[in-house]
T-cell receptor
Framework: EDQVTQSPEALRLQEGESSSLNCSYTVSGLRGLFWYRQDPGKGPEFLFT???AGEEKEKERLKATLTKKESFLHITAPKPEDSATYLC??????????FGTGTSLTVIP | DTGVSQDPRHKITKRGQNVTFRCDPI?????LYWYRQTLGQGPEFLTY????????KSRLLSDRFSAERPKGSFSTLEIQRTEQGDSAMYLCASSDTGTGGMRTGELFFGEGSRLTVL
């Protein structure tokens, strides 16, 4: 069964304290792995797509990486405005996207 | 604004009433998805359309839920005889078919329609 697991569930960081979020997955025929940011009461906002193991994408303080079993979202020197829930999703052989439960990130000034 | 729009943003209804949500996708996107999200959970797949055809529907979806996408443009999601357990954020997303081959387009979400069933 296709499955996506994110860890940790919640993460509190001091401003400037770098860390990583994990997304592990088991899918048959990965077509893509996606990272989203979601602010309270809003829809998820697209961040990155990764298609194959070894691929990396960067945007400002965020960097996403992909292996055959997991993806990491690295946050370098975070700021309070990076506080949000970060969601990981995978698309398998069909056209469904399966989401994890997210990591709630709080960055303290 | 050419993003995904959803209406209404908030709906409060009494148990047993019917509700309908509308989604207008990004105009050039041919795929449209409906998701449901409850507090502390990730979005849960409900159904998706390619153009006007409903291609997949979650096995967990009650027959009280129905979705349409006439003419392959906007979509509606109707919930009949609402129950308190239907209270959630209903998210609509659209995508294109990607850059060819196995590559696929990412989902772009609307702001959601929050349903509260009393």
């Amino acid at each position: 069964e296709d499955q996506v697991t994110q860890s940790p569930e919640a993460l509190r960081l001091q401003e400037g304290e770098s860390s990583s979020l994990n997304c592990s997955y088991t899918v048959s025929g990965l077509r893509g792995l996606f990272w989203y940011r979601q602010d309270p009461g809003k829809g998820p906002e697209f961040l990155f797509t990764l298609y194959s193991a070894g691929e990396e994408k960067e945007k400002e303080r965020l960097k996403a990486t992909l292996t055959k079993k997991e993806s990491f979202l690295h946050i370098t020197a975070p700021k309070p405005e990076d506080s949000a829930t970060y969601l990981c999703a995978v698309q398998a052989a069909g056209n469904q996207f399966y989401f994890g439960t997210g990591t709630s990130l709080t960055v303290i000034p | 604004d050419t993003g995904v729009s959803q209406d209404p943003r908030h709906k409060i209804t009494k148990r047993g009433q019917n509700v309908t949500f509308r989604c207008d996708p990004i105009s050039e996107h041919n795929r449209l998805y409906w998701y449901r999200q409850t507090l502390g959970q990730g979005p849960e797949f409900l159904t998706y359309f390619q153009n006007e055809a409903q291609l997949e529907k979650s096995r967990l979806l009650s027959d009280r839920f129905s979705a349409e996408r006439p003419k392959g443009s906007f979509s509606t999601l109707e919930i009949q005889r609402t129950e308190q357990g239907d209270s959630a954020m209903y998210l609509c997303a659209s995508s294109d078919t990607g850059t060819g081959g196995m590559r696929t387009g990412e989902l772009f979400f609307g702001e959601g329609s929050r349903l509260t069933v009393l």
